[in-house]
């Protein structure tokens, strides 16, 4: 089946240094994959899309990778601060209106 | 700030009561879904819409009905809640199927 596996253990890591988080996938061959933060309570917020074409995204302090032969997507957040403590969320699709959603990784980012 | 709201934000509720959780947004989008949330899992989604008068149900089975009346109007209903019907229900909206999700707020749903 279908599968979306990301970190299930929180990152903690320093302020000002980058962050890496993890999002592999199996059974699955998306066309597009999206990043997603999430706060506590709240519902998700998109942070960036890429497509299966695509190697590489930027958006500020935030980077996106995607390797559809090792399968799997890479999110990057330079600079860290306290305030991007979060859940993060990988989001994949082969093209339909079906998102598959993985666990999310939580971030925190120490003062 | 996306243009999608849900209400209510909480709602406490006995068991047999009949609940409608309220989803509207001002973007214009045909595609909207919702999704049911467990503390740290994954979003699991059970109803989706293609545009008015159009409802599928997702992967998680649900009890749960939809529909979709109007373009910005998606409330879902449960005929009678349950215990095991207590979670977080997260609406979205996007405007393709490739194109980003708003998310709504959530509605934090606890049967008692």
């Known amino acids: 089946s279908q599968k979306i596996e990301q970190n299930s253990e929180a990152l903690n890591i320093q302020e000002g240094k980058t962050a890496t988080l993890t999002c592999n996938y199996t059974?699955?061959?998306?066309?597009?994959l999206q990043w997603y933060r999430q706060d506590p309570g709240r519902g998700p917020v998109f942070l960036l899309l890429?497509?299966?074409?695509?190697k590489e995204k930027r958006k500020e302090r935030l980077k996106v990778t995607f390797d559809t032969t090792l399968k799997q997507s890479l999110f990057h957040i330079t600079a860290s601060q306290p305030a991007d403590s979060a859940t993060y969320l990988c989001?994949?699709?082969?093209?339909?209106?079906?998102?598959?959603f993985g666990t999310g990784t939580r971030l925190k980012v120490l003062a | 700030e996306a243009d999608i709201y849900q209400t209510p934000r909480y709602l406490v509720i006995g068991t047999g009561k009949k609940i409608t959780l309220e989803c509207s947004q001002t973007?214009?989008?045909?595609?909207m879904y919702w999704y049911q949330q467990d503390p740290g899992m994954e979003l699991h989604l059970i109803h989706y819409?293609?545009?008015?008068?159009?409802?599928e149900k997702g992967d998680l089975s649900s009890e749960s009905t939809v529909s979709r009346i109007r373009t910005e109007h998606f409330p879902l209903t449960l005929e009678s809640a349950r215990p095991s019907h207590t979670s977080q229900y997260l609406c979205?909206?996007?405007?393709?199927?490739?194109?980003?999700?708003?998310f709504g707020q959530g509605t934090r749903l606890t049967v008692v």
């Open positions: 979205a909206s996007r405007r393709t199927e490739n194109t980003e999700a708003f």
């Open positions: 059974n699955y061959s998306p066309a597009y």
């Open positions: 890429i497509r299966e074409n695509e």
């Open positions: 989001a994949l699709s082969s093209g339909t209106y079906k998102y598959i």
């Open positions: 973007m214009g989008h045909d595609k």
């Open positions: 819409s293609y545009g008015v008068n159009s409802t």
